[in-house]
């Protein structure tokens, strides 16, 4: 048995708006690397309890629902690339007839640099935003982060992708507290080297003047700096 959440993201509107129940709708583009994450009432009693299902696609023109293929993975944080059409996506629940199991421990994530940082459990899939500006590029972690290659290793990360200057990567909580620094490169941005002097040697011939801005002036001259 499948239990709607009632917690709803769908992305309608100019241009593909994303909006949760709320209403309150944020833009994306068609291509722009977007993190959804499931909020969701889950609820219990003596019988039972209800855990997070995946994510649910409705085809607004035949209103089919079916587990949606474009998420990256069925965990209640994850990310898709935004289609260049409208999308209506929803976190779904079952039920699952045994009572509950105690709260998993929770760790600490401290994220210098970008965004991230908060408590969760081991195993986690969280959402590191970094954003580049101009003069400082993204270089990487301290201390270095082991590539998720494919895999959830604990304490891995993966790199998602670019949207413009914004970086998005995927990090799998480890059983432990844990900070990552994220370490930019600054660019040096000074002004353009000075322009060579050039000089044209002659006795009778007329020169123009093209370095001083002076396009079509005759200069007779036997050295003429341009």
């Known amino acids: 048995m499948t239990l709607w959440s009632g917690e709803i993201i769908a992305i309608n509107g100019e241009p593909f708006d994303?909006?949760?129940?709320?209403?309150?709708?944020?833009?994306?583009?068609?291509?722009?690397?977007?993190?959804?994450?499931?909020?969701?009432?889950?609820?219990?009693?003596?019988?039972?309890?209800?855990?997070?299902?995946?994510?649910?696609?409705?085809?607004?023109?035949?209103?089919?629902?079916?587990?949606?293929?474009?998420?990256?993975?069925?965990?209640?944080?994850?990310?898709?690339?935004?289609?260049?059409?409208?999308?209506?996506?929803?976190?779904?629940?079952?039920?699952?007839?045994?009572?509950?199991?105690?709260?998993?421990?929770?760790?600490?994530?401290?994220?210098?640099?970008?965004?991230?940082?908060?408590?969760?459990?081991?195993?986690?899939?969280?959402?590191?935003?970094?954003?580049?500006?101009?003069?400082?590029?993204?270089?990487?972690?301290?201390?270095?982060?082991?590539?998720?290659?494919?895999?959830e290793a604990p304490g891995s990360i993966r790199f998602v992708g670019r949207w413009g200057s914004t970086l998005f990567f995927m990090y799998h909580m480890p059983a432990h507290d844990h900070t990552i620094n994220v370490v930019f490169t600054s660019l040096s941005i000074g002004p353009p080297p000075p322009r060579p002097t050039r000089y044209y040697m002659g006795n009778t011939d007329f020169i123009t003047n093209l370095a001083n801005g002076q396009q079509g002036k005759r200069i007779k001259s036997s050295k003429a700096l341009l």
């Open 18 to 151: 994303i909006q949760a129940n709320n209403g309150q709708p944020l833009g994306f583009v068609g291509g722009e690397i977007v993190t959804i994450r499931f909020t969701g009432h889950l609820w219990s009693n003596d019988q039972g309890h209800s855990v997070f299902a995946g994510w649910i696609e409705l085809d607004q023109l035949t209103g089919i629902e079916q587990r949606s293929q474009r998420v990256a993975s069925h965990s209640e944080t994850t990310y898709l690339v935004m289609p260049g059409s409208d999308l209506v996506l929803q976190g779904s629940t079952k039920w699952v007839s045994a009572p509950p199991p105690p709260p998993p421990p929770q760790y600490n994530l401290i994220v210098n640099g970008g965004t991230g940082s908060g408590s969760y459990i081991a195993g986690a899939r969280v959402s590191i935003v970094i954003q580049e500006s101009p003069g400082r590029s993204f270089r990487g972690f301290e201390p270095a982060l082991p590539d998720a290659d494919g895999g």
